[in-house]
């Protein structure tokens, strides 16, 4: 029986992961198939229960599903539990597990291409949004010994700083500007870049949240953005002689998890991570 993998979401038109994915499973000759199905927010729960029947491994799930899925699954583990976010459910014979992979995708990205582990080390997060929670997350999981937040708005940044804290991580919330910024990235061994800037037409294209003179060479550089794959916040970091990682990497580790939960298989993650850049090369990225 052909197996059917996929991945939800409300647009979904943009995502790669069909890409990817498909790469993957054609690469160790699964017989499966990975599709991107647009389901809207009143569709998820029938959606979801349809994933119980015998030819579904499983879906991943992108914005805006992925609390909406959780009432719908039989069990959730530990990591989306603490992030309130699934992005991976797989199917046990009719019963539905709820993962994330994102946190861990990110951490795996890091160590795979960076040698990065967080244990003892500093970190600075720029953003405070969804993607900069999980990865706060990731980050506390794997040991960090303190984190600051530089946000616009910062009362979110306070937010996600008590988060660390409560976890047990000294953590400061400060604001994205000026001599308070360029001292904590001065001494962070991790800036990751977790706002929209310098993503391709978002809020400020050109944007970038520090210059390669305020980067220390021994930092290493995570934007989580990858519209462009080389953003300017990258661009700096390499003038800088830092080590510079894109998004795309957090992108095709969180789906190597996935994959792995799936088929109980080894990913194949060069030929994922070489089927996206061809892709979002062939769209200009
Ligand atoms: N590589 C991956 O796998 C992956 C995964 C998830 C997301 N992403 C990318 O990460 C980026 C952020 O996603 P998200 O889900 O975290 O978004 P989000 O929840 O909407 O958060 C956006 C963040 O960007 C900040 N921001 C927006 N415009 C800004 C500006 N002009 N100046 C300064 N800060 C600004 C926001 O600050 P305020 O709080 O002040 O508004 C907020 O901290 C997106 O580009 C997304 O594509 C990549």
Redesign the pocket.
Known sequence: MTKRLGIIGYPIGHSISPIFQQAALDALGIDATYEKWEVTPEGVGDFVNGLRAPDSWGINIT?PHKQAVIPFLDEVDEWATAAGAVNTIVNHDGRLTGHNT?GP?FLRALLVETGYDPKGTRALIL??????RGILLALVRGGVDSLVIA???ME?AETLAKLAVENGVKSEAIP?AGNVLIKAAASADLIVN????G?SH???EQ?T?LTAAEIPASAIVND????PLETPLLREATAAGATALG??H??VY?GVLSFQMWTGQEAPADVMLAAATKEMTSRGA
């Open positions: 914005l994102d995708g953003g405070a949004g969804g993607s900069a946000n616009r708005t979110r994205i977790c706002t929209s800037v993503m978002g809020p400020d944007g949240p989580v953005v990858y519209t998004g795309l957090m992108l969180q």
